[in-house]
Antibody
Framework: EVQLVESGGGLVQPGGSLRLSCAAS????????MYWVRQAPGKGLVWVSR????????TYTDSVRGRFTISRDNAKNTLYLQMNSLRAEDTAVYYC???????????WGQGALVTVSS | DIQMTQSPSSLSASVGDRVTITCRAS??????LGWYQQKPGKAPKRLIY???SLQSGVPSRFSGSGSGTEFTLTITSLQPEDFASYYC?????????FGQGTKVGIK
């Protein structure tokens, strides 16, 4: 069974940093592109970042480029999102998601809540 | 960026009703569209991919149609467990973008 389990969320002050992790199991992690998607409280879903199978190619949405870094450790079956210079508008539930073939996200984690507030 | 306009933003329906949700893309996205269901406090779950392909394990009362710029999700006979929010996702052009969501509530 495919499982994605996020961790590392919490409360952080504006300007602070946080690192999210997403532990994958039940599939060959190193064969799949992986993504982070976020959802602000009461709002819709927004794609944040993606990484290819070996980490050589990464992409970010405009609002986080230069502040967030996506990475992966295929030996540990884990995806990461390093978030620096956090802002109030980064407050959201962050989901990791797997790219299923060529057809969007087929599996999602349960989400990690990040709250940026003083 | 490709804009996905989803409608309605909310609706009220009764068990057994037929429900239709629409997504319009700002440009041709071929059939690169998926539909997701999200219940409160839970992760999204894929229902439909490639506009009309039913995800394994998803009940057949869910169906998708469309191509190009107009897409539809239909629930033929709404069940109690279907009260949730629904989102479309286009994955034809970067960045991938979601519709604003449709909340299906109980009438």
């Amino acid at each position: 069974e495919v499982q994605l389990v996020e961790s590392g969320g919490g409360l952080v002050q504006p300007g602070g940093s946080l690192r999210l992790s997403c532990a994958a199991s039940g599939f060959t992690f190193s064969s799949y592109w992986m993504y982070w998607v976020r959802q602000a409280p009461g709002k819709g879903l927004v794609w944040v970042s993606r990484i290819d199978i070996d980490g050589s190619s990464t992409t970010y949405t405009d609002s986080v480029r230069g502040r967030f870094t996506i990475s992966r450790d295929n030996a540990k079956n884990t995806l990461y999102l390093q978030m620096n210079s956090l802002r109030a508008e980064d407050t959201a539930v962050y989901y990791c998601a797997r790219l299923g073939g060529y057809d969007g996200f087929d599996h999602w984690g349960q989400g990690a809540l990040v709250t940026v507030s003083s | 960026d490709i804009q996905m306009t989803q409608s309605p933003s909310s609706l009220s329906a009764s068990v057994g009703d037929r429900v239709t949700i629409t997504c319009r893309a700002s440009q041709d996205i071929r059939n690169h569209l998926g539909w997701y269901q999200q219940k409160p406090g839970k992760a999204p779950k894929r229902l439909i991919y490639a506009a009309s392909s039913l995800q394994s394990g998803v009940p057949s009362r869910f169906s998708g149609s469309g191509s190009g710029t107009e897409f539809t999700l239909t629930i033929t006979s709404l069940q109690p467990e279907d009260f949730a929010s629904y989102y479309c996702l286009q994955y034809n052009g970067d960045p991938w973008t979601f519709g604003q969501g449709t909340k299906v509530g109980i009438k």
